[in-house]
């Protein structure tokens, strides 16, 4: 019996993704939770495993493909054998042996047996039943992955797009009469932003390549003019003396790096920020502009901000006020390395509350974080230098770190903001602080 395999729930307000590589071929034989293709979504690079077992009877997606959740990625035949399947034919025609190792998932040369066969018309995207895949409300929503791209783009919420069709679904039509309805109406569309000018004929002037956007760099687009459109920015910068706390770093880095991890000044500075966090609950809420409401989080994760090849992410640490630095520099060293090498899961990349950027590494002084929206606040790192200070009526060199916080205006005033980011330039330069304090 022929049992189809789609495309699963991937986490929050995932909808949909790229296909980036096919991991199986037709003939194969699968079991559950084999991974069967590499998966890139608007927050990572995941894996996608297999729900079902037997032997790959068709293959109905391709590399480069956009694919939605609830879409038939591929049919098994449940109980067949790999010589024997219904897809025997096409791999005749394919370079692949058909005696090859049925569970090679990722062999190189498995790939041309899926490019050498005749591309099927693109898939619909199937809705799955509610029953079967639970969904957000937001997701919930019928319209296809185009409209909802449409709606993304203008700006508009298209939970808030009334059907015109007695079937209940939205379309294009459906959401440009929305978004003429809100100009008309004096409103402006959720995201603020107005659609840019058309960019002149650059060719004019000399030579250009066009270069497609990755589903992450995309993301991260629509994500920032969000972010900047929403949210009243403020910046506030200081000046940490961290000689004393570099001391003791380079002193304790041999006891972390036994323990599997790397003490870097960001991992003392979550720490710092999580007892910063606790004092100042303020800085991990939310604002629900539309309950007229300040959502509080009694809990602590904090995002780290990772440049990666692929843009940027950002891992989350859990629970960053009930671990040692120890701990979370561990934690730390383990979850960026994943990130960068696309192995993050996508609940990993979610659920902060403050987030935390440092481009110390990279150069620089004092720059303007943007707030990872909905969050209400992220702290800027920059370069450490060694500068020369006034001490006990000295001169001497110390060795200072540039710090910037902006934070979401509405829901923080500037004397809080003040206070926190003081707070955590005297944690820095006083660490006996976060053992007195909490």
């Given at each position: 019996?022929?049992?189809?395999?789609?495309?699963?729930e991937?986490?929050?307000?995932?909808?949909?993704?790229?296909?980036?590589?096919?991991?199986?071929s037709?003939?194969?034989?699968?079991?559950?939770?084999?991974?069967?293709?590499?998966l890139?979504?608007?927050?990572?690079?995941?894996e996608?495993?297999?729900?079902?077992?037997?032997?790959?009877?068709?293959?109905?997606?391709?590399?480069?493909?956009?694919?939605?959740?609830?879409?038939?990625?591929?049919?098994?035949?449940?109980?067949?054998?790999?010589?024997?399947?219904?897809?025997?034919?096409?791999?005749?025609?394919?370079?692949?042996?058909?005696?090859?190792?049925?569970?090679?998932?990722?062999?190189?040369e498995?790939?041309?047996?899926?490019?050498?066969?005749?591309?099927?018309p693109?898939?619909?995207?199937?809705?799955?039943?509610?029953?079967?895949h639970?969904k957000?409300?937001?997701?919930?929503?019928?319209?296809?992955?185009?409209?909802?791209?449409?709606?993304?783009?203008?700006?508009?919420?298209?939970?808030?797009?009334?059907?015109?069709?007695?079937?209940?679904?939205?379309?294009?039509?459906?959401v440009?009469?929305?978004?003429?309805?809100?100009?008309?109406?004096?409103?402006?569309?959720?995201?603020?932003?107005?659609?840019?000018?058309?960019?002149?004929?650059?060719?004019?002037?000399?030579?250009?390549?066009?270069?497609?956007?990755?589903?992450?760099?995309?993301?991260?687009?629509?994500?920032?003019?969000?972010?900047w459109?929403?949210?009243?920015?403020?910046?506030?910068?200081?000046l940490?003396?961290?000689?004393?706390?570099?001391?003791?770093?380079?002193?304790?880095?041999?006891?972390?790096?036994?323990?599997?991890?790397?003490?870097?000044?960001?991992?003392?500075?979550?720490?710092?920020a999580?007892?910063?966090?606790?004092?100042?609950?303020?800085?991990?809420?939310?604002?629900?502009?539309?309950?007229?409401?300040?959502?509080?989080?009694?809990?602590?994760?904090?995002?780290?901000?990772?440049?990666?090849?692929?843009?940027?992410?950002?891992?989350?640490?859990?629970?960053?006020?009930?671990?040692?630095?120890?701990?979370?520099?561990?934690?730390?060293?383990?979850?960026?390395?994943?990130?960068?090498?696309?192995?993050?899961?996508?609940?990993?990349?979610?659920?902060g509350?403050?987030?935390?950027?440092?481009?110390?590494?990279?150069?620089?002084?004092?720059f303007?974080?943007?707030?990872?929206?909905?969050?209400?606040?992220?702290?800027?790192?920059?370069?450490?230098?060694?500068e020369?200070?006034?001490?006990?009526?000295?001169?001497?060199?110390?060795?200072?770190?540039?710090?910037?916080?902006?934070?979401?205006?509405?829901?923080?005033?500037?004397?809080?903001?003040?206070?926190?980011?003081?707070?955590?330039?005297?944690?820095?330069?006083?660490?006996?602080?976060?053992?007195?304090?909490?």
């Amino acid at each position: 019996m022929a049992l189809e395999m789609k495309l699963p729930e991937l986490g929050e307000n995932v909808e949909k993704g790229y296909v980036v590589k096919v991991l199986v071929s037709a003939g194969d034989t699968v079991a559950i939770d084999q991974p069967v293709i590499e998966l890139e979504t608007d927050k990572a690079t995941v894996e996608v495993p297999a729900s079902v077992a037997g032997v790959v009877k068709e293959i109905l997606v391709h590399e480069q493909d956009e694919i939605s959740v609830g879409q038939v990625i591929l049919t098994v035949e449940e109980g067949g054998q790999a010589k024997q399947t219904a897809s025997a034919p096409k791999e005749a025609a394919a370079p692949k042996p058909e005696n090859a190792a049925p569970k090679q998932a990722t062999p190189v040369e498995e790939k041309p047996t899926a490019t050498a066969q005749p591309a099927p018309p693109p898939p619909k995207p199937v809705r799955a039943p509610e029953s079967e895949h639970p969904k957000t409300p937001q997701a919930a929503v019928p319209a296809a992955p185009s409209v909802r791209t449409l709606a993304r783009e203008i700006g508009v919420d298209v939970s808030q797009v009334r059907p015109a069709g007695a079937d209940g679904r939205i379309t294009v039509d459906d959401v440009k009469a929305h978004a003429r309805a809100l100009l008309e109406s004096g409103a402006t569309t959720p995201g603020g932003v107005p659609s840019p000018p058309p960019l002149p004929d650059f060719a004019r002037w000399g030579p250009i390549e066009r270069q497609p956007m990755s589903n992450i760099r995309r993301r991260t687009t629509e994500h920032l003019a969000l972010a900047w459109s929403q949210v009243p920015h403020v910046t506030q910068f200081d000046l940490a003396d961290v000689t004393e706390i570099e001391q003791s770093r380079k002193r304790f880095a041999a006891e972390v790096e036994q323990h599997g991890g790397k003490l870097t000044i960001t991992a003392i500075l979550a720490k710092v920020a999580a007892s910063a966090l606790s004092a100042f609950p303020q800085f991990r809420a939310s604002l629900d502009v539309a309950s007229d409401e300040i959502v509080l989080k009694k809990y602590c994760h904090i995002g780290i901000a990772v440049d990666t090849e692929r843009g940027l992410l950002v891992p989350v640490l859990r629970d960053v006020d009930q671990k040692s630095i120890i701990e979370i520099a561990a934690e730390l060293t383990e979850l960026a390395g994943r990130t960068r090498q696309g192995k993050a899961h996508l609940d990993e990349l979610q659920g902060g509350v403050f987030t935390i950027t440092n481009l110390g590494g990279i150069g620089g002084t004092h720059f303007s974080p943007i707030v990872n929206y909905p969050e209400v606040a992220i702290l800027g790192v920059g370069r450490a230098r060694d500068e020369l200070r006034l001490l006990d009526g000295e001169v001497v060199a110390r060795l200072i770190l540039p710090l910037a916080l902006s934070y979401d205006h509405r829901v923080i005033d500037g004397g809080d903001g003040a206070r926190f980011l003081h707070w955590i330039v005297e944690a820095l330069e006083q660490p006996l602080k976060l053992s007195i304090e909490g």
